[in-house]
T-cell receptor
Framework: GQQLNQSPQSMFIQEGEDVSMNCTSS?????WLWYKQEPGEGPVLLIA?????ELTSNGRLTAQFGITRKDSFLNISASIPSDVGIYFC????????????FGQGTRLTINP | DTAVSQTPKYLVTQMGNDKSIKCEQN?????MYWYKQDSKKFLKIMFS???????INETVPNRFSPKSPDKAHLNLHINSLELGDSAVYFC?????????????FGPGTRLTVL
């Protein structure tokens, strides 16, 4: 079954606003990844996190690997229309198979 | 140059048919994956191959058979297609399956079974 809880499921914001979304799990993860998917395309990697407490930025995007290793968040500052899409968190568990588990996604809609 | 490519982009077929989706990556990666994305956009891994060897095989009906002729290619063959197979199928690749989880995805193949 699904092992990552991503919230919120959807967001409707005004252009220029900041966005925050997060992912939590009951299991420890040793890798957190954040992807963005646009309509008709595959997910594109935004940020990769490999150490607890790690804070990484990619332009207006910032993501953090939670200290407990059970959560991660993604922030987008000063949103613009091209930020529209579905954002997925993904993680690799310490225990278990060598695979990525994905969250349900956060659908971001921006009103100009 | 496209890093991970899939063909076809769209596939519409009748129930009971057999079809294949092809995937190729030019990144020099050792590991390739197949994912299924349902109508609610949930992404679930199906298979993974590392250097032509199967390393992940989730609970997938045996009508689905992956084939990796070399490490740059991972094809997905589906027998006796069913309505529930309708989804978007994504191929992905990563440098290897142990230490580098930065998976790069193809553009997807939208499969519609009528």
């Amino acid at each position: 079954g699904q092992q990552l809880n991503q919230s919120p499921q959807s967001m409707f914001i005004q252009e220029g606003e900041d966005v925050s979304m997060n992912c939590t799990s009951s299991s420890i993860f040793n890798t957190w990844l954040w992807y963005k998917q646009e309509p008709g395309e595959g997910p594109v990697l935004l940020i990769a996190l490999y150490k607890a407490g790690e804070l990484t930025s990619n332009g207006r995007l910032t993501a953090q690997f939670g200290i407990t290793r059970k959560d991660s968040f993604l922030n987008i500052s000063a949103s613009i229309p091209s930020d529209v899409g579905i954002y997925f968190c993904a993680g690799r568990r310490v225990q278990g198979a060598q695979k990525l588990v994905f969250g349900q996604g956060t659908r971001l809609t921006i009103n100009p | 140059d496209t890093a991970v490519s899939q063909t076809p982009k769209y596939l519409v077929t009748q129930m009971g048919n057999d079809k294949s989706i092809k995937c190729e990556q030019n990144l020099g990666h050792d590991t390739m994956y197949w994912y299924k994305q349902d109508s609610k956009k949930f992404l679930k891994i199906m298979f993974s191959y590392n250097n032509k060897e199967l390393i992940i095989n989730e609970t997938v009906p045996n009508r689905f058979s992956p084939k990796s002729p070399d490490k740059a290619h991972l094809n997905l063959h589906i027998n006796s297609l069913e309505l529930g197979d309708s989804a978007v199928y994504f191929c992905a690749s990563s440098q290897d399956h142990r230490h580098h989880n930065e998976q790069f995805f193809g553009p997807g193949t939208r499969l519609t079974v009528l």
